[in-house]
C-alpha cells in the first residue's frame, strides 16, 4: 500500500524558511515522479514544483527563485526547501506520486517542457501539511 507522509509544515513570519518532507512507502520510491502542491483558503490546488525519477525540476512562477526541490531516492523522500516565504504562500501543501512508467513518464516530458503538473497526473497523494505565514 502507498503511503506518502508530509511533514516539516508550521507558522512562520514573512521571509523566513520551511523545509518540508515527503516521506513515501509500499513502492519503488525512485522510479517515479514527485509533485507538491498546495491550497490556500478558498482557493484551488496548485502546483508547485515538479521532479522526476532523475531529478529534473520545474516550479511555479509565483515560487521559482525561492524553493527548491529534491529528492533523497536512498531515503525514500522528496523535500521542499521554501525560503523568503510570503503570506501568499500560506496553505496546505499536499506531495504527490505518480505510479507506473506511463505516469512518470507524462510528467517528466512536463517538467522537460518547463510545465508543471495539474495534478491529474498523480496517482498517490498525502494528508498535507499546514504552512502559515504571518505578516
Known amino acids: 500500500q502507498v503511503q506518502l507522509v508530509e511533514s516539516g509544515g508550521g507558522s512562520v513570519q514573512s521571509g523566513g524558511s520551511l523545509r518540508l518532507s515527503c516521506l513515501a512507502s509500499?513502492?519503488?520510491?525512485?522510479?517515479?515522479?514527485m509533485g507538491w502542491f498546495r491550497q490556500a483558503p478558498g482557493k484551488e490546488r496548485e502546483g508547485v514544483a515538479a521532479?522526476?525519477?532523475?531529478?529534473?525540476?520545474v516550479y511555479a512562477d509565483s515560487v521559482k527563485g525561492r524553493f527548491t526541490v529534491s529528492r533523497v531516492n536512498a531515503k525514500n523522500t522528496l523535500y521542499l526547501e521554501m525560503n523568503r516565504l510570503t503570506p501568499e504562500d500560506t496553505g496546505v501543501y499536499y506531495c504527490?506520486?505518480?505510479?507506473?512508467?506511463?505516469?512518470?513518464?507524462?510528467?517528466?516530458?512536463?517538467?522537460?517542457?518547463?510545465?508543471?503538473?495539474?495534478?491529474?497526473?498523480?496517482?498517490?497523494w498525502g494528508q498535507g501539511t499546514q504552512v502559515t505565514v504571518s505578516s
Open positions: 504527490a506520486s505518480t505510479a507506473g512508467y506511463s505516469g512518470a513518464y507524462n510528467v517528466s516530458r512536463l517538467i522537460a517542457s518547463g510545465m508543471v503538473p495539474v495534478g491529474r497526473e498523480y496517482s498517490f
Open positions: 509500499g513502492y519503488t520510491y525512485g522510479s517515479y515522479s
Open positions: 521532479c522526476d525519477a532523475l531529478g529534473n525540476t
